[in-house]
């Protein structure tokens, strides 16, 4: 595609307007590179915190469900 505008590079205001936009793209990529490594680091860290959070409930579940059998006195837990 750029083989197309080869003979416009050779003119000094264009090789300026690339040069000058090539850093505002350099800062660009850089913003959405420090981006996506947060979402990445994010990403991986929710899917650590969604396991233990199911942990957690699940134990608040068993403890709910058996906790009237653990108050009485001289009662066994039920087996399956």
């Known amino acids: ?3 197309m505008f ?3 590079f050779r003119y000094p205001a264009v090789q300026r307007y ?3 936009i090539t850093g505002e793209m350099g800062d660009h990529l850089d913003s959405i ?3 996506l490594s947060m979402f990445i680091e994010i990403g991986m860290l ?8 199911f942990l ?3 134990i608040f579940f068993l403890l709910q469900v058996f ?6 006195k ?3 837990l039920p087996t399956c």
């Open 1 to 3: 595609m750029l083989i």
């Open 6 to 8: 080869v003979a416009q």
């Open 18 to 20: 690339i040069h000058d």
């Open 33 to 35: 590179t420090s981006t």
């Open 46 to 53: 929710s899917e650590f915190m969604k396991f233990y959070l």
């Open 56 to 58: 957690n409930i699940y």
């Open 67 to 72: 906790q009237p059998f653990a108050s009485r």
């Open 74 to 76: 001289n009662t066994a």
